[in-house]
């Protein structure tokens, strides 16, 4: 996997993937940004929910889950001092169907945790994960 970081102005940058898409990441004013785009380490926790978020509903679809919605809420701490890792992370996901069933929700969610999102299982290492869900009906 390859991907492209160039500087576009004072601290934002346009990082470019290999699949052909973009996305714009600057800093806060504070930090001479213009508040352009989301700040890197953001970029991080949103591919990671992205990543888990895919698994889940890919496991839920495999097994024929009634699944018509996901949303997924990320609550994270990061360290005081640098590097400012995250410690602390909480994935809260909202499932929505019609006659779904918590087994398989925590079966996807767990599956995810523990196997198949590399990115949560990279974070991991420096922050205590947890994760919990609620199902809505439709």
Known sequence: MKVRIK????????????????IVMDGAPEGGGRNLGPRPMETVLMGTGGCTAYDVMHILRKARAPVTDCVLEIDADRAAEDPKVFTRIHFHFVVTGRGLKAQQVERAVHLSAEKYCSASIMLGKTAAITHDFEIRET
Request: charged share 20%; net charge negative; glycine share 6%.
């Open 7 to 22: 500087l576009h102005e004072n601290v934002c940058f346009i990082a470019e993937s290999e699949s052909g898409h973009a």
